[in-house]
């Protein structure tokens, strides 16, 4: 059974940083390109980034600069450092494997 737990988010001031976790089981993370998407209240669900099972990057435009995704291979979880957080980047955060599996997401929270 393929499962994934994203943890990490919380609540942050503007200008500051969080690392979501996305711990994977059931399945060789490395193996698939993994997502990283987020839902603002109200809004619909958007891409946030990838990486693929080459280590490969991308990012929306909103986020370039200052989202990282990263993967442990060795913990099978995949990483999203976020710095330099902006009210608007306040949404719950959903890592994913091919866009066929999801987590449950985590919840970031950006005061001005």
């Known amino acids: 059974q393929v499962q994934l737990v994203e943890s990490g988010g919380g609540l942050v001031q503007a200008g500051g940083s969080l690392r979501l976790s996305c711990a994977v089981s059931g399945i060789i993370a490395n193996n698939y390109n993994m997502y990283w998407d987020r839902q603002a209240p109200g809004n619909e669900r958007e891409l946030v980034g990838t990486?693929?099972?080459?280590?490969?990057?991308n990012y929306a435009d909103s986020v370039k600069g200052r989202f990282t995704i990263s993967r442990d291979n060795a913990k099978n979880t995949v990483y999203l450092q976020m710095n330099s957080l902006k009210p608007e980047d306040t949404a719950v955060y959903y890592c994913n494997i091919g866009r066929r599996y999801w987590g449950q997401g985590t919840a970031v929270t950006v005061s001005p």
């Open positions: 990486i693929t099972s080459g280590g490969t990057t």
